[in-house]
Nanobody, 125 residues
């Protein structure tokens, strides 16, 4: 089992930046791929960024490439994401996620099976 707790959401103006963090419990964090998903009102949840178990491989949705950066600190059981140049369309609840199994790349939605409670990000125009 993996438990995930997000923090760092809030209200920001368009063009601004936010940094989200996710604290994970359990001894298997370092062997699991991790990811960030988001769900906007009236839309399905989508993956926006993923990182492999080692941190050596990252992937991003086209809508956030060049603006978001995912990173992890295995020694601290933490996952982070820096979001720059935020747009109103980035407004959503953001979820931290962990993969079902170990040693994956974190590039596919189907890899993930554990979720945090979510944190709201609102970007005003």
């Amino acid at each position: 089992q993996v438990q995930l707790v997000e923090s760092g959401g809030g209200l920001v103006q368009a063009g601004g930046s936010l940094r989200l963090s996710c604290a994970a419990s359990g001894r298997t964090f370092s062997s699991r791929a991790m990811g960030w998903f988001r769900q906007a009102p009236g839309k399905e949840r989508e993956i926006v960024a993923g990182i492999s178990w080692s941190g050596g491989s990252t992937s991003y949705a086209d809508s956030v490439k060049g603006r978001f950066a995912i990173s992890r600190a295995n020694a601290k059981n933490t996952l982070s994401r820096q979001m720059n140049s935020l747009k109103p369309e980035d407004t959503a609840v953001y979820y931290c996620a962990a993969a079902y199994g170990g040693y994956g790349l974190g590039s596919r939605e189907s890899e993930f099976g554990y979720w945090g409670q979510g944190t709201q990000v609102t970007v005003s125009s």
